[in-house]
T-cell receptor, first 107, second 121 residues
Framework: DIQMTQSPSSLSASVGDTVTITCRASQSINRYLNWYQQQPGRVPKLLIFAATTLQFGVPSRFSGNGSGTDFTLTISNLQPEDFATYYC?????????FGQGTTLEIK | QAHLVESGGGVVQPGRSLRLSCAASGFTFRSYAMHWVRQAPGKGLEWVSFISYNGSDKSYADSVKGRFTISRDNSKKTLYLQMTSLSAEDTATYYCARDPNSYGYSSLEHWGQGTLVSVFS
């Protein structure tokens, strides 16, 4: 199975900051990488699919990059509603494993 | 507006079985692949299973393979997850999610609210 490792596991930032979360696959997954946001007590929400494509309705301050094994999610100009947990997921081959999550907290 | 509603969760003893349902509305269910994802209390997301739009292709996480069976009834616009030999490790909120397979890339675009399964004696 392909393993997905996110870093950091948690980070603190302030409103208006820019942060980057990294996701590494244990083998190449081309661009078969999705990012999700889960706010506390809420259902996960798709942010980015195919590594770089912004899901309809997601603000442009979210961006994804990468291919192969290394991927990033960057959030610019952090807003209060962005403080949540973020997950990557590979969909190159089943099982479609998620990363362990990165919790973004308000500093 | 797409809508997914899970049901069938509850409290069950170890070793018993449970069937979850996911009722779809507001979109052409038969055109979408579907997934089940679970989340144990306070933990991260765990992908559980996938079924293609017509039910011909299925896949499972290693942790549930041989115990869980995914299926769908496109005439009823409903997705199912039959779970057997349940253990405490299966305690989680179970979500169904639709997959548009945009440009050949699978993603979990729309999620239900989830149904809680608690396994304990």
């Amino acid at each position: 199975d392909i393993q997905m490792t996110q870093s950091p596991s948690s980070l603190s930032a302030s409103v208006g900051d820019t942060v980057t979360i990294t996701c590494r696959a244990s083998q190449s997954i081309n661009r078969y990488l999705n990012w999700y946001q889960q706010q506390p007590g809420r259902v996960p929400k798709l942010l980015i699919f195919a590594a770089t494509t912004l899901q309809f309705g997601v603000p442009s301050r979210f961006s994804g990059n990468g291919s192969g094994t290394d991927f990033t999610l960057t959030i610019s100009n952090l807003q209060p509603e962005d403080f949540a947990t973020y997950y990557c997921q590979q969909t190159y081959i089943t099982p479609y494993i998620f990363g362990q999550g990165t919790t973004l907290e308000i500093k | 507006q797409a809508h997914l509603v899970e049901s069938g969760g509850g409290v069950v003893q170890p070793g018993r079985s449970l069937r979850l349902s996911c009722a779809a509305s507001g979109f052409t269910f038969r055109s979408y692949a579907m997934h089940w994802v679970r989340q144990a209390p306070g933990k991260g997301l765990e992908w559980v299973s996938f079924i293609s739009y017509n039910g011909s292709d299925k896949s499972y996480a290693d942790s549930v393979k041989g115990r869980f069976t995914i299926s769908r009834d496109n005439s009823k616009k409903t997705l199912y997850l039959q779970m057997t030999s349940l253990s405490a490790e299966d305690t989680a909120t179970y979500y169904c999610a639709r997959d548009p397979n945009s440009y050949g890339y699978s993603s979990l675009e729309h999620w239900g609210q989830g149904t809680l399964v608690s396994v304990f004696s």
